[in-house]
Every structure is written in C-alpha cells, then in structure tokens.
C-alpha cells in the first residue's frame, strides 16, 4: 500500500501542477485539515482536494483487501486503519457542515463577494446545501411566523439576526514555520475586556472537556515542544515572532492568514 | 457537535445581544428603572399611577420613574437623552460592588437578578460615567466565583448537584452544566459506553408504535 498518489494542485493562472503525495503524508494532511477545522471558529477554506484523493485512497484499499484471501489479522488491522481514516473524513466533513448551518447567511455572503482568484471556501455541494438550507429557513420563518405578522413586520434580515462566527475568540496554537512581526492588537474597550477574561477562562474549562471530547489523535512529536508559551489577554498593539515549534494561545483574527497558509497548526 | 440540535448562544456578554438567542430574550425582559425626560404619550394605560389622565393623551409625564425591560429601554435610549435617563439597578452601584470585591464567593447572584453578567454587560451601552467601574466588578466578580464552579463542576459526578447551582446565576449555570457534560461524557467513555448507538433526545418523546402492534 505504499503507492504514490497524484495530488492535482491549481496555481492562479490555470494550469494545473501535480504534486506527488505518499499516502502517509495524505493522511497527516487531512488530520491537520481536520483539526483546523474543528478549533477554527470560521469555515475555512474547502480542501476537496485531499478529500477526494483520500476517497479514491480508501476504495483502492478495499479493493485490495478484497482480493487478497483470508488472514484474518492482517486483513481486520487494514479494515481498522480504514474506519479510522474514514472517521476522521466524516468528522472533517460534518464540522464543516455544522459551520455552515449555523453562520449560512454570512458564509453565502462571503462567497457572494469573493474576489476572483481567492480559493473558495465552499464545495459545490456545500454551496448546493447552504443554499437549500437558507431557502428553507426562509420559507419556515415565513410560514411558522412571518405571514401572521402585521405587513410592514414580515420581513427578517438573516445577515443581521444570525450571529457572526466570533473571530476574536482565543485558539491554541503550535507554530510550524517561523514567522516574524504578527502584530498583536490590543484589547481597549471595555465591554471586550468582560468578554475576554471569560472567554479565557471559558476557554480553559472548555481545554478539559474538549481533550476528553474531541477524540483528538495525540499530535506526532516530531518537533520539540519549547516551553515557550505566550498568554497575551490585555496586550497593548506589539510585535511578537513566533519560533518554530513554540506553542501559544491567541486570539484567531490575529492569525488566520497564518491557518490558511499552514505556517501554524490549530491545536 | 455530535448533538441534534445547536441552540443560538447568548451574545449578552459581547458588544450586542444576538436576535435568535433564547437566552437573550430572557435576559432582556428583566426591568429597568429609568427616569423619563419627556412625556411619553398614551404609556399611561400602563402605568396608571403615574399616568397624568385621560385628558392629556393618557401620558406618562416627564420626570416621572417607571421600569421598563431593558429590551424597550436599550431602543428608545438615545445619546442626546431626549427621551429617558437610565439609573443603575442597584446590584450594579457603588454599595454591591464594595461587597462582590470583599467577597464573591458568598453572594447569591440568582437572586439578584438570574442574568447578572448578561444584563450587566448590556447595561454598559446606557453610557454612564460609572461603566468602567461596573465592568471592573463584574469581571472581578466573575474571576472569584470562577474557581468554585470548576472544581464542583468536575467532581460531583451522579449526585444532586442542586445545592452547588443555588446561588449561581444562569451564565454560570451554563457553565456548570459544561462541565457536568464534560464529566459525564468522559465517565461513559471510560466504561466503554461511547461507542453504543443511542436514540437521539429529538426523537426519544415520539410514542413509537411497538413490534407487535404492526403485525396486527
């Protein structure tokens, strides 16, 4: 099973590049797609890439189980591996489905005004669903509520009423490239201020229950975890470097060019 | 995320209180006393004691104190206070914040109000000269109690736990009730029940007709 995979990346103008992934490294893609996924607070860009190789990867491990006659141990560790990749698919696609059901209206305004160029975050078929989705919420507010209202009632803006996915909350994080000047902003008014120290320690219980929860795979130790951890609740604006490997906790507005890009992993 | 159904959560502690939140519209039921600046044509059917008569449009006059939701409150409070001057509930003046900062611990925020940081927190929007004090004392407030939710939250595992939430207002409910589910979860997962299908709680009311009945 140690094949190599043809990965289809896109670059701007078109043209199609192949790049050659063994299925070690597909995985360990999905997983860190996966765990972005489930800490990012907003949907984050669709990888249908890896999902579609890690698809056509299952189904050429089955076939080969079929084939191959009965040892029993072999066969039911292989079948295992395989439930597993495809627990942490489905995992990674219904977090992206729960996303999107809860923040719809603003994820089909983002892709309403998405610039040309800039990688969509919504499959087809998730954008297929997030359209059904809205115009059936529509048609049941409308008929649950709406038409009994009086006439210059009837009328609810989702964009408005459906809260907004909260970029300021506070995500772990473990740095994979080095990077240089990320400018912390400072947290001033003070409404914000009673929302950050709960959320921070929200987050902390939140750290207890979603270890036990989330069934996360314990990361691959392969760099050393620096004592190096940063709590930045209060801050005025500054400047910070993340070295590589050091592990922090930060609001996610201040980093999300950074999830995109992969320079860091959300943990 | 493996639940049925995700309820909007309460925007009350962020800078607006979010439309679909039940807990919300909850939160801004409760009253608010405030000072009336102009007169309030017809309001006087409601308030009837301090209602000027029938003869004056049943209005409520101005400089009269009346309490009102802080949902009405928040909408016509307007920043050239034509209209109405807010006074702060008492739980949120000078006195009760000598007392949260002596000691958090002992004071029973259900009482004072079940939604004492959510409405707290939506007060700030009423611009009075003693906001930067409030918000010190409800996060100060909120940092004492914090400890003891956590710790009873994660060690009263299949005990009545009504003694622990008595004096806990709702935010602080909600997170006691976390980490109960944080317990519990873990509990099951650790006898091995996590991996049994289970009927969903949407579904677990519907009266399904039994095996034997359909082979009538």
């Not at chain 2, 409601?46 to 029938?54: T, Y």
Request: charged share 30%; proline share 5%; glycine share 4%.
């Amino acid at each position: 099973m140690t094949e190599e995979l043809d990965l289809m990346g896109q670059d701007s103008d078109g043209s199609s590049e192949e790049v050659v992934l063994t299925p070690a490294e597909l995985i360990e893609r999905l997983e860190q797609a996966w765990m972005n996924e489930k800490f990012a607070p907003e949907l984050l860009e669709s990888k249908s890439e890896i999902v579609e190789c890690v698809m056509e990867q299952l189904e050429h491990m089955e076939e080969n189980l079929r084939r191959v006659k009965k040892e029993d141990l072999k066969v039911s560790i292989h079948r295992m591996e395989m439930e597993r990749i495809r627990y942490v698919l489905t995992s990674y696609l219904r977090c992206r489905l729960t996303k999107i059901e809860k923040f719809f209206p603003h994820v089909l305004e983002k892709e309403k005004t998405r610039p040309e160029g800039e990688p969509s975050s919504l499959s087809p078929e998730e954008f297929a669903f997030a359209k059904e989705y809205m115009a059936s919420t529509d048609t049941y507010l409308k008929n649950v509520a709406l038409k009994h209202m009086p006439p210059n009632l009837q009328k609810v803006d989702l964009l408005r009423s459906v809260p907004k996915p909260d970029l300021d909350s506070y995500v772990f994080l473990r740095v994979r490239e080095r990077q240089e000047n990320i400018l912390v902003e400072p947290e001033t008014d003070e409404q914000r201020c009673v929302v950050c120290v709960c959320v921070c320690v929200c987050v902390c219980v939140c750290v207890c229950v979603r270890v036990i929860h989330s069934g996360n795979i314990p990361p691959s130790g392969d760099q050393p975890r620096s004592a190096n951890k940063s709590f930045s609740p209060f801050s005025r604006d500054y400047v910070i470097d993340l070295e590589e490997g050091s592990q922090h906790l930060i609001r996610y507005k201040t980093i999300a060019p950074l999830v995109a890009s992969g320079a860091v992993q959300l943990i | 995320m493996s639940e049925a159904y995700c309820r909007v959560e309460s925007g009350a502690l962020g800078p607006e209180e979010n439309f679909l939140s039940l807990d919300d519209i909850l939160m801004s039921h409760e009253k608010l006393p405030v000072r009336t600046e102009t007169a309030l044509p017809r309001l006087g059917a409601f308030f009837l004691e301090r209602s000027a008569g029938a003869d004056s449009d049943n209005a409520v006059p101005p400089g009269s104190k009346i309490e009102l939701p802080l949902w009405l409150a928040k909408g016509l409070f307007d920043n050239k206070r034509r209209i109405l001057s807010v006074e702060l509930p008492k739980i949120y003046q000078e006195g009760w914040r000598t007392v949260f900062s002596a000691d958090a611990n002992v004071v029973d925020l259900h009482k004072m109000g079940p939604h004492f940081y959510g409405f707290g927190s939506q007060l700030l929007h009423f611009d009075s000269p003693e906001n930067a004090d409030i918000s010190q004392s409800l996060l100060q407030t909120f940092i004492g109690r914090f400890r003891r939710i956590m710790d009873s939250s994660q060690n009263a595992y299949n005990e009545d736990t009504s003694a622990l939430v008595a004096r806990l207002d709702e935010m602080e409910r909600g997170l006691f009730q976390a980490g109960q589910k944080g317990l519990n979860d873990f509990q099951c997962w650790e006898k091995g029940q996590a991996s049994q299908i289970t009927a969903s709680n949407l579904v677990q009311n519907y009266k399904k007709r039994k095996f034997t009945d359909m082979e009538d």
